[in-house]
């Protein structure tokens, strides 16, 4: 069950967090995981070292998945080392405590270029190789503010996720003659180092305490992803699962 033996993926934003768990929990399925950043190029490192204790295979590509340049130098490299691509995960993002009279143009533009265009960019690359094999699954990390709006401001962050899923059914119509699977998983409240630098330790525990279930661990968004990936979920296309501890039911 779940076994991904054989299969390359790539997970962007994958030095810690949730990137980092489902990289893990991919290859402990048995993928083969290219480890991504912008920048924390010695946490890459370790996830990748990580992974090789387990058994399993990995490698690092720092790139900045926001500019077009340094994701056609990523795929170069994945294709000239493995010659496909069956698992995109795009999970890279960021967040800024921001309310809307606070934002500069310059900012809104910024976190739509990481949160957003760089769905579109891996997406695009990663279709080129998959439609060669008549494979693929790719899984865009929205998030529970999609859905519900953000609570403190965040209104940038909360648009970019919002357009992901219109993105990830779009993209499912296109994918689906082709054998690949587009889908989302939208995390709630879960705690990361992103978390802790963005609401701070008294709002963190506020919301975990309006969570039916309280706060996620980024193993549970992993799990949820690597199902997605998997044989089991080969007629499962344009959804977003829900990974939220009963936080917004729908």
């Not at 779940?2 to 993926?9: N, P, T």
């Not at 503010?145 to 609570?151: D, K, M, R, S």
């Not at 119509?173 to 082709?178: G, I, K, N, S, Y």
Request: net charge negative; aromatic share 6%.
């Amino acid at each position: 069950m779940f076994d991904l033996q054989g299969k390359i993926a790539l997970v962007t934003g994958s030095s810690r967090g949730i990137g980092k768990a489902i990289a893990l929990q991919l290859a402990k399925a048995g993928a083969t995981v290219v480890i991504n950043s912008n920048e924390h190029y010695d946490s890459m490192k370790a996830v990748v070292e990580e992974i090789k204790q387990l058994g399993g295979e990995a490698r690092a590509i720092q790139a900045d998945v926001s500019n077009e340049d340094e994701v056609k130098r990523l795929f170069a490299e994945i294709t000239d080392s493995y010659g496909r691509l069956d698992i995109l995960v795009n999970n890279a993002g960021t967040s800024r405590n921001e309310t809307i009279d606070e934002i500069t143009l310059e900012g809104w533009k910024s976190l739509l270029d990481i949160n957003l265009t760089s769905c579109f960019l891996c997406s695009q690359l990663a279709m080129e190789l998959m439609k060669r094999h008549q494979f693929g699954r790719i899984i865009q990390i929205s998030s529970v503010v999609a859905h519900q709006g953000a609570l403190y401001g965040h209104v940038h962050y909360s648009a970019s996720k919002s357009a992901q899923l219109g993105f990830t059914k779009t993209l499912a119509r296109t994918a689906a003659p082709h054998g690949i699977t587009v889908n989302a998983v939208a995390p709630g409240i879960i705690l990361t180092e992103l978390l802790e630098q963005t609401l701070g330790e008294d709002k963190i525990s506020t919301l975990s305490a309006s969570i039916p279930m309280g706060m996620g661990e980024p193993i549970d968004v992993a799990n949820a992803v690597v199902f997605l990936a998997s044989e089991e979920a080969k007629y499962v296309t344009g959804i977003t699962l829900d990974v939220n501890g009963g936080q917004y039911m729908r």
